[in-house]
């Protein structure tokens, strides 16, 4: 109880969140394939945020924080930095409420985010991820400009806004009358799963929750362990450019911690196949840090036979080269 | 006023699939991207019936037909003839029902489809799309082993149960405060586009309605400004397998000739860009008869500036060669 005293966020936040952001963030679909659960021995539900405005879940937590920071007069103009979906959700969102947007993005994201951010009327500073410090960048440029600073996930607004992706996951599954044994979704600073978790465990009491991460990058699996947060020391290459993260939030890793059951850990050769899976069986194109969920699946981390388990495929902004790699599998 | 009275269906018959299929066909979502709409200077919305159960809009006509059948007491095995998607979603009623499907299917569809229609349960009948009649085997199937034929399009049932797609665009389109200028979407024996065109002009009655056909099989453009139905004499090389069809039907046609105001013609390469926009810009994987009226935009066929323009994505089941060359451009 002295724990939950201390969660910086609560499902009370997520439905007010939901409320603020309605009308403006899409209600993405559940989706499900006969034949894959066929395959699976399970039944599988995606929440498609790959479909969500801008391609990503980003884009709720976002709208989110800047709604409210209008309403308090306080939105002049904001600088965020990100990988790419945080830039497009900020920049989306910046654009929304007519203030300008500057995101500061590493040198070697996807083209298609790079270019998106920048064709939704954002500035992109471009920074190398291996020698500069994308932290020190933006709080320079904050100051500097008047800007506020936009975090991507460590923050109570932007948790309570990705929280409404668990939270809709809740409703749709009560509108099928299906209690959902477990649910996985990827974890890079872990807004998106901790706010989702305080959502489904509210719905949901028996719910097990997972985070999915990619190999090189299975802090928050370490860090649920040991209780306490633990980086990554080094950066493995990784196709999961959306999640490769140095470590979780102070913010989310209490949420995470309390909630998640634990997170699995995936390579790029499971999460390529799990690409092609979203291609072929679900129609859908998941980029590579947005499919963990169902790579886990894949290479049997997660057990779903006879269980109804909810995947979050968390974005779809991938450059064509990544999709033909999936294909040729 | 004498020949609305030959329609073969009206919006009434729609409703009334919609409340037959509730529950069991997907409600797919309407979907737009900021950064497309942008491009084309015009509003731009896609029904993504891509996502449909068995990845068509086919499982809507299919459920409807089926079901009213099981209704009387008449369901106790059927047949049917298809390139591939029809096939899916008769196939899914029918285990839906519990009854066996004979589907009757071209050697040269996509293997996905083949695949898929198989592993529904059903018994699939390949027959060579130039030598054979598939009208004589269904005869033929159906006589010998008492299976109803469910026809692909020319069927009141069928007709109104595609016609639920439209449908949910206009209570869609009204919940966003939409009024569209047009809609455009394929037309392979027209029973989506006939169908869909009732109900969209119902609602909204200004519309003006399109579709879109491959190049060398643009009988329903001719047949629209003859008056009557032409077929397509040759048969050339398109990459639309699912609507490469001979003719319209006679149910059909009547409704086509009377809500739509034309049809566009696209060839190969316009379907291929249209369906990397969809993968690229929407985050879909979309069939190449799927897209062509998107084609349609993307050729400048149909003009979109300063317009609200819904678009129709009728399927998904493509093979990942087909994704590979889309990707290639």
Redesign the interface.
Do not use: C, Y
């Given at each position: 109880m002295q724990f939950m005293a201390s969660l910086a966020i609560n499902y009370q936040h997520i439905l007010t969140a939901s409320q603020r952001i309605k009308g403006h963030a899409?209600v993405?679909?559940l989706?499900e394939s006969?034949?894959l659960n066929?395959q699976l021995g399970g039944r599988v539900l995606f929440k498609?945020e790959?479909?969500q405005?801008t391609?990503s879940f980003k884009f709720r937590g976002a709208f989110n924080k800047l709604s409210k920071l209008a309403d308090a007069n306080q939105l002049t103009g904001v600088v965020a930095y990100s990988s790419g979906n945080h830039a497009q959700g900020v920049a989306?969102a910046a654009a929304y409420f007519g203030v300008p947007a500057t995101i500061i993005m590493p040198s070697d994201a996807p083209k298609?985010k790079i270019e998106?951010t920048k064709?939704?009327g954002a500035k992109v500073v471009l920074y190398q991820r291996h020698k500069e410090d994308r932290d020190a960048i933006g709080q320079q440029l904050s100051q500097a400009h008047n800007l506020t600073l936009i975090p991507p996930f460590n923050d109570t607004d932007i948790i309570a806004g990705q929280g409404t992706t668990g939270l809709e996951i809740a409703y749709q599954l009560e509108a099928l009358n299906l209690i959902p044994d477990q649910a996985i979704g990827p974890i890079g600073g872990g807004g998106l799963m901790s706010g989702s978790a305080i959502a489904l465990r509210h719905h949901f009491s028996d719910i097990s929750l997972w985070g999915a991460e990619p190999q090189g990058y299975d802090d928050a699996a370490r860090s649920i362990i040991a209780g306490t947060i633990i980086g990554n020391d080094h950066s493995p290459a990784s196709i999961c450019d959306a999640i490769v993260t140095r470590k979780v939030g102070a913010l989310t890793f209490p949420i995470l911690h309390k909630y998640l059951a634990g997170a699995k850990t995936v390579n790029d050769q499971h999460v390529l196949a799990a690409m092609?899976t979203c291609?072929?069986q679900?129609?859908?194109?998941?980029e590579p840090g947005g499919c963990v969920g169902l790579a886990a699946i894949l290479n049997h981390s997660l057990a779903v036979a006879d269980k109804t388990t909810v995947v979050i495929l968390s974005g779809?902004n991938v450059d064509?080269a990544m999709?033909?790699l999936a294909?040729?599998l």
């Open positions: 899409l993405t679909p989706l006969p034949l066929q498609a790959s479909l405005h391609g989306a298609i998106n064709a939704l092609a291609m072929q679900l129609k859908l194109v998941v779809g064509p999709l033909d294909l040729a």
